[in-house]
């Protein structure tokens, strides 16, 4: 069960945004690797989150059932700054808790909190974003979601099963994003709400 103590130290996503440009203003990112790769991922994450805060809209049938959850959740989402799922993921978690007021979006920092992480593995990995969402009332745990689309995960899995260089996988799974255009997301998040946000 998630404590009330983990909630307390979670970020909003507006602390979460500064949080990481205060960071790369001073050539850092997230966790404890500091290298110039992670960086450069951390740089063109933060680019994602910009553009897809300007143009990211909620689709009708996820505002429908939005308007429809009738009580307040947590939505808690492990993640770091140099992740590049979680930069393709959290603009629409954060437009989601725009539209909808019984819906609040909290961030905790992965390698800052490995504890929780390993209760949210995928497989035996520490895979982000992992959103878990949390009845407000109860601390009651009712779905999770992550660390990426089912369909892009599928497809990560077999280039991993054949040996795709890390660098060409990362690019492949960027384009799906870039093509997909949240439409996914916002399908399996719909679902998810419909489901279980009552």
């Known amino acids: 069960m998630i404590t009330q103590t983990e909630l307390d130290r979670a970020m909003n996503y507006r602390q979460y945004r500064d949080l990481l440009e ?3 203003s001073r050539g850092k990112t997230t966790g404890p690797l500091q290298n110039e790769a992670y960086l450069n991922y951390a740089k063109l994450n933060l680019q994602r989150m910009q553009r897809l805060d300007k143009t990211v809209s909620i689709n009708q049938e996820l505002l429908e059932a939005l308007q429809a959850v009738n009580s307040d959740y947590t939505w ?3 993640t770091e700054g140099w992740c590049g799922d979680a930069a393709q993921n959290l603009p629409v978690m954060a437009a989601i808790e725009k539209v909808c007021p019984r819906v609040h979006l909290r961030l905790l920092l992965r ?3 490995l504890a929780l992480m390993d ?3 995928t497989g035996e990995s520490r895979a982000i974003p992992k959103l878990i969402c949390i009845k407000n009332l109860s601390h009651e745990e009712v779905f999770t979601w992550g660390p990426r689309p089912g369909e892009v995960q599928r497809l ?3 280039l991993k099963e054949k040996g795709t260089p890390h660098e060409e996988k990362s690019l492949f799974i960027q384009k799906w994003y ?3 255009k949240t439409n996914t997301l916002q399908k399996e998040l ?3 709400t419909l ?3 009552k």
């Open 22 to 24: 205060d960071l790369l």
């Open 76 to 78: 808690l989402v492990l």
């Open 111 to 113: 390698d800052e909190n």
């Open 119 to 121: 209760q949210y593995l």
């Open 156 to 158: 990560a899995q077999d």
């Open 178 to 180: 870039v093509n997909d």
């Open 190 to 192: 719909t679902a998810l």
């Open 195 to 197: 489901k279980y946000l």
